[in-house]
């Protein structure tokens, strides 16, 4: 099981890693290159730069908010 989770450790590393690069490279420097530069046809428009992490920020703390919201459900106060 050490070489899956291993595996598995290395795959979210590198694909957080490949994620990170590729939104710095989208809002960071490609504002500063030519509009007609063969790299934009690789990239979304800007306004999504904004809208998914946005979205995704949303529904990552809805996901998480309903889950505290059933721990708390399901772990009743001991009757005192």
Known sequence: MEFGDKAIGFFLLTFSFSLFAYYTFWVIILPFMDGDHFVHKY???KEYAIIIPTVT???VLSFLMVFI???MLKSKP???
């Open 57 to 59: 920020g949303v529904a």
């Open 69 to 71: 919201g059933f721990m």
């Open 78 to 80: 001991k009757a005192s």
């Open 43 to 45: 990239f979304l428009p």
